[in-house]
């Protein structure tokens, strides 16, 4: 079941990414490209985990890989709700993967840094209604990741907060909605 899920994930993101650059080369916004190719690294790791499993976590190439999705779908969100910063983001971006090439440990920060501008920056934007209300299902989707990200990471420490076999069960269904809330805030919470 693991595997049917995770190429559904694949499929799904790698529509998404589709549509997403589809609409970039229509409308030439920048955030559309950031996260398209999000959605096709987020496409190409979920085939890698459909095809070898959790063991694809232990590749060297994972770490940055996994980082791309969190940090280009960021970039996006930034581009979108604040572009007057999204230049000064792309630094931390180019900044965080550069770090995260060279020392593993600097994958948390990164991931935490990114995780919360995917999941307060587009609340914000719709508070001020600055984008439609869908525009908050990428903080959906960033909250499920969140909740993700956090089990599967305390599953291989000491004290995991649920059972290893739990959290294997879960992150395939997460991984899902997660994919299904960002493409709906990207794509109807997106004033073009």
Do not use: N
């Amino acid at each position: 079941m693991f595997g049917v899920v995770m190429s559904i994930v694949a499929a799904l993101a790698l529509g998404f990414g589709l549509f997403c650059l589809w609409r970039c080369v229509k409308t030439k916004e920048l955030a559309d490209l950031f996260v398209s190719i999000g959605a096709f690294v987020l496409a190409a790791l979920a085939l890698l985990l459909a095809t070898q499993g959790l063991a694809a976590l232990q590749s060297p190439l994972a770490a940055p890989l996994g980082a791309l999705v969190p940090l280009l779908i960021s970039l996006g969100v930034v581009k979108i709700a604040a572009a007057k910063w999204w230049k000064w983001y792309a630094v931390f971006v180019l900044v965080g993967l550069i770090a995260i090439s060279v020392a593993r440990t600097a994958v948390p920060v990164v991931h935490s840094i990114a995780g919360l501008v995917i999941v307060i920056l587009p609340i914000y934007a719709v508070l001020k209604k600055k984008l439609p209300p869908h525009f908050i299902g990428v903080s959906i989707g960033g909250v499920l990741i969140g909740i993700g990200g956090v089990a599967l990471a305390s599953a291989v420490m000491a004290r995991p907060i649920l059972p290893l076999e739990t959290v294997v069960a879960l992150i395939p269904w997460i991984l899902l909605l997660m994919t299904v809330f960002y493409a709906y805030g990207f794509i109807l919470g997106v004033r073009k």
